[in-house]
């Protein structure tokens, strides 16, 4: 089969959310407001060991839509770094030259590995600085992004070729987005994202790197960053030991009351 034919079979095999998800995702306000219920249980979550946390937005957003995460995270005793460079307007030239000066710096300045996690596109830039940075990274957390997926299956890639000025076909040429990086990477998706078709989310299991997982909430694309649900896999996932022989387990569905409950079971 010719590249050209794999493709299109690709994106005919993964279509983009419909219509109705899309229109689900008005109800991103009433997922943060969520937050003000499930407080009680958020401050359940373990505390962090104060390390840094880099959090990288999504397309056409900036740090102000980050702001709530890394106060929570830092209620929980990590130091969240918002990534400091505007609106997301795509890899324009220095962004990612910018980023991979920003983790730098940010573990000189603590002596530690620092966690990228990031939203949406943002999460491309976590995983492939730390493909490019691993010596540096301890872990990688995503929030509804499309990596594993052609482009055509979100329902957001002409926003970003306007937003970017650059083709988002040739772009994904460049780069092995379904790679897992090297360190331990967790990929946090909703089966009712209108923006991103969840397969594109999905994390295959890799040989080189058995710390990968995917973990399934309840929650909009605009919305995820802003759900208690994936606030709380976050923390959990931040807290967890990395390492070679640091016992790293996978996400299990919490036991505080009011939270188990609002996590698919992921063998259904």
Known sequence: MSLFRKKAADASSMPPPSLPLLALELRAPWEFGAVIAAWPALKRAPLG????????????????????????LE??????LGWGQGLNLGPREGVLDNAKRQLQAACDASGNKVSLVGWSLGGIYARE????????VRCVVTLGTPFAGP???????RIYQFASGRSIERETENYNLPEAPPVPTTSIYSRTDGVVAWR???QAPADHNPHTENIEVVASHFGIGLNPSAWWAVADRLGQATGPDAGWQPFRRPKVPGLHLVYPDPYR
């Open 200 to 202: 594109g989310s999905i």
């Open 129 to 136: 600085l730390a493909k490019d940075m691993p010596g540096l």
């Open 151 to 157: 482009h055509t299956s979100t329902n957001a890639w």
């Open 75 to 80: 209620f929980l005793n990590y130091r969240p």
């Open 49 to 72: 060991d104060g390390h840094s946390v880099i959090v990288f937005p999504g397309l056409t957003a900036g740090d102000a839509t980050t702001a709530p995460l890394r106060r929570y």
